[in-house]
């Protein structure tokens, strides 16, 4: 019976650590009625807890679920002591204390970003605790620690990741990175969208100078008397007599 329990535990981890990113050291909010029930049935939690998880735990609770034990009375005594060694962490709710059920579902939120367990023995936070998904459960039943299937809010959150209708929160993890990374928040968004105040420029003094008048086509050079001579070639003929023979040039006496 104790090594089907443990395989159900692994199993359910496992569903945990895949779709939820839940790391170890496994962060666990106790009760009071967690603790009560423990010292009744003679349960180690520092002990037992870190093996029926198979990982390191840290063991958690708030102000007002001590509070809360304190005002119980001497009744509780054992299990407020119980409670006094585990970590305290800091609520919302430290000048004004709430009822511990309700201090552990704020502590939660709406999507559990700090990927708390929760070990408890009281129905009315069990039912808040089933609203919200991503939230291992932890209660005790015939004197052994059980960590209960997850609920089906997670199964329907799961599946809504799948079919692409949801981002899960692994998913959301690596884009705060890799905007942390480019240099990227939401400070620099909302710089983009305001719009800046051009100054007021003077102008260029380059732009103010007088154009210059652009020359006139370039005639065509004109040929020289030379090429024009040889370009053109004149025969002068000579005189011919009556016998058909070319008479000699005349010779001008001076």
Known sequence: MGLKRQKQAKKTLSFYKYNFSFREPFQILFDGTFCQAALKNKIQIKEQMPKYLMGEVQLCTTSCALKELETLGKELYGAKIILQRFQVRRCPHFKEPVPASECLLSMLGETN?????????????????????????????????VLDKPCQTSLDHVRAVQLGELVSPAQQQSI??????????????ERRGKKRKRK??????????????KGGPTPPKKKTTEEGEKRKRVRNKKPRTEGGAMSAPAVINA
Not at 122 to 132: E, Y
Not at 202 to 213: E, F, I, T
């Open 113 to 145: 970003p700090h990927h708390y367990f929760v070990a408890t023995q009281d129905h009315s936070l069990t039912a808040g605790l089933k609203k919200i998904p991503g939230v291992p459960l932890l209660y005790i039943i015939l004197n052994t620690m």
């Open 176 to 189: 705060r990175s890799l905007k942390e990374e480019q240099g990227i928040n939401q400070k620099d968004g």
């Open 200 to 213: 007021q420029s003077h102008p260029n003094p380059l732009s103010c100078m007088k154009k210059k008048k």
